[in-house]
């Protein structure tokens, strides 16, 4: 599966493992900064894929997304339908790639599916793990 996007920050290529969650993510309050686990599902984001649809919350969240990379937990690139502005914020005080415009249904993909991101041409491939 193909899907096209808009990255906004980042360039080269990732790949990695998908880790999709359906709803708006809130930094603050879903996400451990220190150990990189979303708490409401108990999966981690370290070094996977993170697909959101958008991420919720107020001005602290960019801090946890900075602490989850000091702490070398961050994921690989975050993938979203509609980037906000704590999200760009965070991602790039974090130095965490990031696409965004991507169509709602990359939402409907499995966790656990492996995904090449093409930074610089704003594509997203997935396969079926």
């Known amino acids: 599966m193909r899907f096209k996007g808009r990255t906004l920050l980042g360039s080269g290529v990732v790949d990695g493992e998908l880790i999709v969650y359906k709803e708006p993510l809130s930094f603050l309050g879903d996400v451990d900064g220190k150990s990189g686990i979303i ?8 070094g996977k894929v993170l697909v959101i649809p958008s991420s919720r919350g107020s001005t602290v969240g960019p801090y946890v997304m900075y602490q989850l ?14 980037a906000d502005t704590m999200l760009i914020i ?12 991507l ?3 990359i ?5 656990g599916y492996r995904a090449s991101v ?12």
């Open 39 to 46: 708490r409401t599902i108990n999966a981690s984001i370290a």
């Open 69 to 82: 990379s000091k702490y070398g937990k961050a994921p690989l690139v975050i993938l979203s339908v509609r």
């Open 90 to 101: 965070g991602a790039v005080m974090a130095q965490i790639p990031i696409m965004t415009d």
């Open 103 to 105: 169509p709602t249904e």
């Open 107 to 111: 939402l409907n993909l499995k966790s």
């Open 118 to 129: 093409d930074l610089d041409k704003g594509e997203v491939y997935v396969y079926e793990s």
